[in-house]
């Protein structure tokens, strides 16, 4: 599988402010997605992040609030903006793994928002 | 209805103990099934895929049954190494969007 690694794996942020979270792997893959995990709960999907293309947002998530960068197969970024304290979550990305269906996924960046 | 559900937890299992977990799916549009294996503060890690045929590794045996939408993980023997918590997903193919399921802490006593 492949190596995926995050920055950073914790912050804490003010109230209002935004926090960009990059997810680098060591190898190129064509779908990345990201997913936040929120206290007590599991893991939901806020969008699919494509090479060349805009991102897939899931209901409930919008660009204004998550946008999303996919420069190149091995790099995206996802930006919390204008933050509150509802956003305080585990913030994962993710790649698809050789079946194409299973994903594996970098070690999370931590966020708390005060 | 959540589309994604398992047993509630925890489960406390003495060592060597069989422990066996259940989740259903309402989507019949999914296509695979996996179970992660998440441990605290950390990302969840894939444990196995699920296949129709059933399928095992080691310890651990996985079941579907898509005329039920059913999903099972049996572990036997249980080690200390295995408190986690469980993480049942299905995968809605081809948009590749994963389901979870809201997870069963398994914790494994001595």
């Known amino acids: 599988s492949a190596v995926i690694s995050q920055k950073p794996s914790r912050d804490i942020c003010q109230r209002g402010t935004s926090l960009t979270i990059q997810c680098q792997v060591d190898?190129?893959?064509?779908?990345m997605f990201w997913y936040r995990q929120q206290p007590g709960q599991s893991l939901t999907l806020i969008a699919t992040?494509?090479?060349?293309?805009?991102?897939?947002?899931e209901s409930g998530f919008v660009i204004d609030k998550f946008p999303i960068s996919r420069p190149n197969l091995t790099f995206s970024t996802l930006t919390v903006s204008n933050m509150s304290p509802e956003d305080s979550s585990i913030y994962l990305c993710?790649?698809?793994?050789?079946?194409?269906?299973?994903?594996?996924f970098g070690p999370g960046t931590r966020l708390t928002v005060t | 209805r959540k589309e994604v559900e398992q047993d509630p937890g925890p489960f406390n299992v003495p060592e060597g103990a069989t422990v066996a977990f259940n989740c259903t799916y309402s989507?019949?549009?999914?296509?695979?099934f996996f179970w992660y294996r998440q441990d605290c503060r950390k990302e969840p890690k894939l444990l196995m895929s699920?296949?129709?045929s059933g399928n095992e590794d080691g310890r651990f045996t996985a079941q579907l049954n898509r005329a039920s939408q059913y999903i099972s993980l049996l572990i036997r023997d249980s080690k200390l190494s295995d408190s986690a918590t469980y993480l049942c997903?299905?995968?809605?193919?081809?948009?590749?969007?994963?389901?979870f399921g809201q997870g069963t802490e398994l914790s494994v006593k001595p």
């Open positions: 992040a494509n090479q060349g293309s805009e991102a897939t947002y």
């Open positions: 993710s790649v698809v793994g050789a079946s194409r269906y299973e994903q594996y």
């Open positions: 997903v299905v995968n809605i193919v081809p948009r590749g969007k994963l389901i």
């Open positions: 190898s190129q893959v064509t779908m």
């Open positions: 699920v296949y129709s």
């Open positions: 989507n019949s549009a999914s296509q695979s």
